[in-house]
Each structure stands twice: as structure tokens, then as C-alpha cells.
């Protein structure tokens, strides 16, 4: 048996395991990302490196032997720092979006290329399961949001944006002709949130802390739901869409009071008798006065990262921050603030939302149009026949959902590069070169899309293919920094994948290889 000591811990392993190995036997994580269990050895990544506490050189944990005397360090700042640089390299050649621009520019940060998939599949159930995750008022919405999401869309720049708010719209509208829907009543968590305002910020924050089993109690000054949505005009957003919309969130979970006036003793009591006190009430500088909040001309005082008042368990958001017609960013802060507090409740520290680590690389070049029209229709935006108001027909909301470019990853949540990038604060445009590489997409039969922009060249397709004994597989194709992943003899990645096709995509760790079938994607 081999003996060596592992962040001052003893560990006794047999000949020919790996430092690698030899951790994990004593729950020790090293991060990979070129390491596959049950393949051959293959130092690539350089994302396992670990210190010799001796000489204090890094070395590849994953393909050094464990050998008698060695003591080694895993976790300080020099292995932290080499991962990163590691990491940094790699991203250097990855191009490729974590999330689809369009989703970045989203103030609600809705997954809008999984809903417009999931309506080209003519599975609208799970499309609006998508939209409610991040917008809780997508018929609503769907008809007054000025659509920055499409300003961010890249099918612009062939002819015209994806009509991202119509489809939204169109789910929205299709689960609301729903009769008698089954309402997920949550475990509760004890915690009781009192909401001042029943315009879309509140309205939103109600949907989001009920969901998570909080009890939410909503003080409205009017005789109605909705604030300033009411004010608009029938023919842009018909009332009824408009009230059935908002009675879907008013379920038999969320108090709601009308025409009810927080005067200065109200307030304080409501500080003392909820959890947590959330101010929507729109731009009323008036009120905030009443209520000793610090105000600017613009509207209440905030922690802009927790938005937290200058009272401990007072927060504020909407307009009563500032004033802004666009609704889509008061239902987006909504839902964020709903999360802070849910976290708050359970850990009783109050921080922001992280924001994981985001690949994104701009603009397509020209050449590039063609490389993503290949899955999507190449008519140009599709309008409906009975206007706005009314919405999408079923054809016309699938037709023009199969618009969509597909910009972005489709393993976004599994995807060890963002992961770690993520987890060691790496830098994408540290090491970057000044020309990117092409975006380039090779699609098969076995639901699998190629884009070798995504590779970072570990290996491990290779190994795959080559233990199942594919005929062609995948292999390292040229030399040097010219080398690259992919089928020899220019063959299809259909032949090269045709008995490991699910296999390697799964085992992808960056989603150059990955499934195309929208079930692999929920």
C-alpha cells in the first residue's frame, strides 16, 4: 500500500491510483474536466492541479500515481489561482453563449429559446411552466411590454427578431382557457409577508413568495388589482385577459385587502406583525415621508442589491423606486426580491442573488447566418392575422417560434466549464485571442448538434468512441495549436457517433456535443 498525506490527512491507497484517487477515498473533491472515470488517463485541462507541499510544484492529479511520502495540498491559494488560469485558458477558445442574449436583456430574465423550443414542439403546458418561473404575468405582459428581449435577439441581424412577447402572450393565453386548474398548495414555512400595492411589482412578489409557502397578505388603496395596468386602453389589453390574469395569482393563498389607507400606525404595525414589509405602491414619495423612509426626487432609498429600505425589514420595489412605464422590470424585481426574502427566511443572512458566470461572445459574423438558420425556419416574422390584442393562432405561434436561432447553450445547468468558471471567478476575455473562431454546427439523425467553437479538445469523445470501438468516432485531427476535435476522413458526426451518440453528449463537459431532443432539455 501506497502512504502519503493529503491536506495533512493520511491516506493509505494501493499501487497505481492516481493523487485523484487517492483524495476521493477520503472525500476530498478535486475538480476535472478532461478526467472520465473508466477511460484511459488523459492530462489536457490542468483544471486538477495540486501543490507538492515539499517543492511547492503544481502537478496533474488526475494522471500522477500516488507514490509513499507524499504530502500534498489541494485547496490553497496558489491550486485556487492555477484552476482559474486554467479555466481562463480554456474559455480563451470557447465561443459560445451560457445564456441566449436575448435572456440576458430580459428584465425578468426569462429562458425565452426554451419556451420558443418547447412551443415548436406544440408542448404549450411546458412552455408556460417555463414563462411562470421568471414572469408571472405573461398574458399581460405578452400585450404592453416593449419587447427589449427582441432588441436583444440575433435573428435581427438576418431580418427580424423572434416575436418573443407574442408567444408569451400566446402560452399565457392558452393556459388561461384552462377550467378549473389544480392549485399546488406549498409546504408553509411560518413566515408572513405583508405586500403594500397591488400593481404588477406586488402582484408579482405575492405569486413568487406564495409559491415558495410563504403567507402573503396584500393592502391595495383601490377597490381593484392591477395599479396602473388598468389605465390602459381595451384594445391593447382587453379587461378581461387583464382580470382573469390577475384572479390566477389572487388564489385562495394570498390575502388581499382593498381600499385600505396604511396610514403611520398602520405601518409600524405592520413592521412588527410581518417578516418582511414590501412596498409597491408605485411612485407615491408622499407615502414613503409618511412612513420615515429615506427618499430621494426619484423615489424610496434602497440597497440596490438586496432592496432593502433604510428599515431593517422594510423593502421597496417598482416604481416606487423610480418611476418607468416598462411593467416587465417591476414583475422582474418582483420575482427577484421574492427570492432574496425566501433565501433570508431559511438562512436568516440577507444577500444578493449571485449571478452565475455567463459566456457570451457578440455579434454573429455574416458567414455565421447561414450555421444557425440550419434549424430554424427561414421565413421572415410572422404577424397575426387578428392583431395584437388577440394574439398568435396555434399555427402561427409554432411557425414563428421555429424562428428561433437557438443562440444558447442547451446544457446550460450541466456544464462543468460554466460550473467551475462560476466557481473560481475565472475571467472570459483574459487570454482571449483578438479573432474568434467561427461558429460552426453539424447536426445528426441521433439528435446530437457538433459545434466545435464549444470545444475545449479534452478528449473525452475520443476515448468514448474509441472504447466502444466506433468505426470512425472522433480523434484529435492536426498538430499543434492547429488541432482540432472531430470525425476523421470528413466524415458526418452521424457516422462517427453511431452506437455513442447519447453517451458522449451527456459526457460533453462543455456542451459542444449535446441533444437536440427538447426532453433532454427539461
Excluded at 50 to 72: F, H, N, Q, W, Y
Excluded at 162 to 186: H, M, R, W, Y
Excluded at 207 to 219: A, M, P, T
Amino acid at each position: 500500500m501506497i502512504k502519503l498525506k493529503i491536506n495533512n490527512t493520511s491516506v493509505e491507497v494501493p499501487k497505481g491510483k492516481t493523487i485523484l484517487e487517492a483524495a476521493q477515498t477520503i472525500g476530498i473533491h478535486i475538480p476535472t474536466m478532461c478526467h472520465l472515470e473508466g477511460t484511459e488517463h488523459f492530462t489536457s485541462c490542468m483544471v486538477c492541479l495540486v501543490k507538492d507541499a515539499k517543492t511547492g510544484r503544481l502537478i496533474p492529479s488526475c494522471s500522477v500515481p500516488a507514490m509513499d511520502g507524499m504530502e500534498l495540498v489541494t485547496d490553497d491559494e496558489l491550486c485556487r489561482e492555477s484552476r482559474k488560469a486554467s479555466l481562463e485558458l480554456l474559455l480563451s477558445e470557447h465561443v459560445g453563449d451560457c445564456e441566449a442574449p436575448c435572456q440576458l436583456v430580459c428584465p425578468a430574465h426569462m429562458n425565452i429559446p426554451l419556451m420558443n423550443r418547447l412551443i415548436a414542439a406544440g408542448n404549450f403546458e411546458k412552455a408556460i411552466e417555463v414563462v411562470k418561473k421568471d414572469i408571472a404575468l405573461p398574458a399581460i405582459l405578452g400585450r404592453i411590454c416593449p419587447a427589449p428581449c427582441e432588441a436583444g435577439c440575433r435573428r435581427k441581424q438576418v431580418d427580424n427578431p423572434v416575436s418573443i412577447c407574442l408567444l408569451k402572450g400566446f402560452v399565457a393565453d392558452e393556459d388561461l382557457t384552462k377550467e378549473n386548474q389544480p392549485l399546488k398548495t406549498p409546504k408553509t414555512s411560518g413566515k408572513k409577508v405583508a405586500i403594500i400595492g397591488a400593481g404588477p411589482a406586488g402582484l408579482a412578489a405575492a405569486f413568487y413568495l406564495s409559491k415558495n409557502g410563504h403567507q402573503v397578505q396584500i393592502f391595495e388603496k383601490n377597490e381593484k388589482a392591477g395599479g396602473d395596468l388598468l389605465k390602459i386602453e381595451e384594445d391593447v389589453l382587453p379587461s378581461q385577459v387583464l382580470e382573469n390574469e390577475i384572479q390566477v395569482i389572487l388564489h385562495s393563498n394570498i390575502k388581499i385587502d382593498y381600499q385600505v389607507d396604511i396610514d403611520k400606525d398602520k405601518f409600524n404595525q405592520l413592521t412588527t406583525e410581518f417578516d418582511a414589509v414590501i412596498i409597491a405602491t408605485g411612485n407615491n414619495p408622499e407615502l414613503a415621508n409618511r412612513w420615515e423612509l429615506k427618499t430621494t426626487t426619484n423615489g424610496i432609498v434602497i440597497n440596490k442589491t438586496t432592496y432593502q429600505t433604510s428599515k431593517e425589514n422594510v423593502f421597496a420595489i417598482g416604481n416606487a423606486l423610480r418611476s418607468s412605464k416598462l411593467a416587465v422590470r417591476s414583475v422582474g424585481q418582483g420575482k427577484e426580491l421574492a427570492q432574496i426574502l425566501d433565501k433570508w427566511f431559511q438562512s436568516g443572512e440577507l444577500n444578493e442573488l449571485h449571478q452565475r458566470f455567463n459566456s457570451k461572445f457578440g455579434k454573429l459574423r455574416q458567414l455565421e447566418f447561414a450555421e444557425y438558420l440550419k434549424e430554424s425556419d427561414k421565413s421572415d416574422r410572422h404577424q397575426p392575422k387578428n392583431g395584437k390584442a388577440t394574439g398568435f393562432t396555434i399555427e402561427e405561434a409554432i411557425a414563428e417560434a421555429n424562428r428561433c436561432l437557438h443562440c444558447d447553450c442547451r446544457n446550460p445547468e450541466s456544464c462543468k466549464l460554466r460550473e467551475l468558471s462560476d466557481e473560481f471567478g475565472a475571467v472570459q476575455k483574459r487570454f482571449q485571442y483578438d479573432e474568434r473562431i467561427s461558429v460552426q454546427k453539424s447536426f445528426s439523425p441521433q439528435n446530437i448538434v457538433y459545434e466545435p467553437s464549444k470545444c475545449i479538445k479534452c478528449g473525452i469523445c475520443v476515448r468514448i468512441t474509441q472504447q466502444y470501438q466506433e468505426t470512425f468516432g472522433f480523434s484529435f485531427i492536426g498538430r499543434g495549436f492547429d488541432v482540432k476535435v472531430g470525425v476523421p476522413f470528413n466524415e458526418s458526426v452521424e457516422k462517427g457517433l453511431e452506437k455513442t451518440a447519447a453517451l458522449v453528449a451527456e459526457k460533453c463537459p462543455t456542451g459542444a456535443l449535446s441533444m437536440t431532443d427538447i426532453e433532454e432539455q427539461l
